[in-house]
């Protein structure tokens, strides 16, 4: 008896066609995810059966126009006395919060000194701008 080992043919895997299926399954996902919408995050948020409302009095506004003239509530105040009066109507409308509108012509520095003057009141300070037209 003759065993004699015959010469296998070598298998081989075509990979020509795999890199045309990698690239439209690339294509499909990135398109997919395009559609998805990442930034919006379901919350389960608290509801209430009778909504309260905000206070209008828990806010002073503070308007800084090009001139520097400085305005607590529409009523033009002294530079020097600023200090004093927007202490005295934080303690008269219990007020926690400043709304800030300044000219844009203004310098950072005159925000600066009405930031510092805002913290050293312990008010929050909050920055009005306009609308883009």
């Known amino acids: ?3 004699r080992k015959r010469a296998r043919e070598a298998s081989e895997v ?6 045309d ?3 439209f399954l690339l294509m499909f996902f990135l398109m997919i995810s ?4 990442p930034d919006a995050i379901k ?3 608290p509801e209430t059966a009778k909504p309260m409302p905000t206070p209008a009095n828990e806010v002073i506004r503070l308007t800084v126009d090009e ?4 305005y607590i509530d529409d009523r033009l105040v002294d530079v020097a006395n600023l200090e004093v009066e927007l202490t005295k109507e934080a303690t008269s409308k219990k007020a926690v919060t400043l709304v800030v509108r300044m000219d844009r012509n203004q310098t950072v520095q005159e925000l600066t000194n009405i930031y510092d003057l805002a913290a050293k009141l312990k008010l929050a ?3 009005a701008a306009e609308k883009k037209k």
């Open 67 to 70: 001139q520097l003239n400085y």
């Open 34 to 37: 395009t559609l998805a919408s």
């Open 1 to 3: 008896m003759n065993f």
């Open 21 to 23: 299926i990698l690239f």
């Open 14 to 19: 075509e990979t020509g066609a795999l890199a």
């Open 43 to 45: 919350l389960l948020l």
């Open 125 to 127: 300070m909050v920055m």
